[in-house]
């Protein structure tokens, strides 16, 4: 049986729910001959669309980085556009319809690194030269915890948010109207809610409910894990100018087993064990600073796409219809500028 294959996701179907409600999916990635860690080392336009046409009101979704398809020479800063370069053609290819109604990647975030500080301005403009009606803004990696079973950040950096000199690129970013996907660990919220309110006129969106662990030291620990994520989420969505993404916790690092099962998990399970996680996220920053997201296919190896959906809907079920829109779509096309 494959891990997480498209073959184990059939053992466990369901009729899609609310099939009309709206959704813009705020989170996915294209790679091709992506090296494992998943298995999904292939996934562009067919792949992506399988999952889009599963039933679901998919209308469009956004393009989040992940470090492929980068320039093979020139620059290092430079090296990040090759992949806006190569999301920008995918992008286009969906809008003629070709594929399914969705527009996929409708807008697009790409990287830069913000520690070149004013220097990453050049970077940004060529990022958005790449691709000037979808680019929205970057995403930088900033994921750091000591314990060695725990993967860290592609530049090898523990305190980026802390530093003048990303702080500053972060200015050139909010000066150009940019957005800022910020990746972490749990942890690490406490340095979010600083670097927000030094940079306050940036839109920062909170990746996967703000990097849940409970894996390598924080396993077994979540009546403690738990509360103290809580609260740093509490005090992150103090700060206005951010909001959260809700999803991301399909994936072998929050401690689940469902990759691991002969059959996949179904929609009324996975609600169950989403909802206080998302819910309280909700409570805390509003419908209105909330974003439902798929994370696929990093996500994939848990569940398939149209089980992810009918737990969203399951689990928002007492939400207004105002509220769920908000959640499933409006929120996401207003701080992405979706078109």
Not at 11 to 22: G, H
Not at 40 to 66: A, I, M, W
Not at 147 to 176: C, H, T, W
Not at 305 to 310: G, K, P, R, S
Request: hydrophobic share 35%; proline share 8%; charged share 20%.
């Amino acid at each position: 049986m494959p891990f997480g294959g498209n073959d184990w996701h059939s053992l466990t179907q369901e009729e899609t729910l609310e099939p009309d409600i709206p959704i813009c999916d705020p989170h996915h990635h294209f790679w091709d001959r992506r090296p494992a860690r998943i298995p999904y080392q292939n996934y562009l336009l067919p792949e992506l669309y399988d999952d889009l046409n599963s039933g679901h009101n998919v209308r469009s979704t956004v393009f989040v980085e992940t470090r492929a398809m980068y320039r093979p020479d020139g620059p290092e800063e430079m090296k990040p556009v090759g992949e806006v370069e190569f999301v920008q053609g995918l992008a286009a290819a969906a809008a003629t319809g070709l594929y399914g109604p969705a527009k996929a990647a409708a807008s697009i975030v790409g990287h830069a690194n913000l520690n070149l500080g004013e220097g990453v301005a050049p970077v940004l403009e060529a990022l958005q030269a790449a691709s000037p009606q979808r680019f929205r803004g970057i995403r930088h990696g900033l994921t750091w915890d000591d314990d060695p079973r725990i993967a860290n950040n592609s530049y090898g950096l523990k305190d980026q948010m802390p530093d003048e000199n990303f702080r500053a690129g972060a200015r050139v970013l909010a000066r150009m109207g940019l957005t800022f996907d910020a990746w972490m660990y749990f942890p690490q919220l406490p340095q979010l809610v600083e670097f927000a309110q030094a940079v306050p006129d940036l839109t920062i969106i909170l990746n996967h409910i703000g990097g849940m662990l409970r894996v390598g030291p924080y396993a077994n620990r979540d009546d403690e894990v738990i509360p103290t994520w809580q609260k740093s989420i509490a005090e992150v969505a103090k700060c206005p100018n951010v909001v959260v993404k809700l999803g991301g916790i399909g994936q072998p690092r929050t401690g689940y087993d469902w990759a691991a099962r002969d059959k996949p998990i179904g929609s009324e399970e996975l609600a169950e064990t989403m909802a206080p996680y998302m819910d309280y996220c909700i409570q805390q920053f509003g419908p209105d600073r909330c974003m439902i997201e798929s994370n696929f296919p990093p996500d994939k190896v848990g569940h398939s796409y149209n089980i992810l959906y009918n737990a969203f809907k399951r689990l928002t079920k007492g939400y207004s219809e105002t509220e769920r829109v908000q959640m499933f779509h409006d929120t996401a096309v207003r701080v992405y500028r979706v078109e």
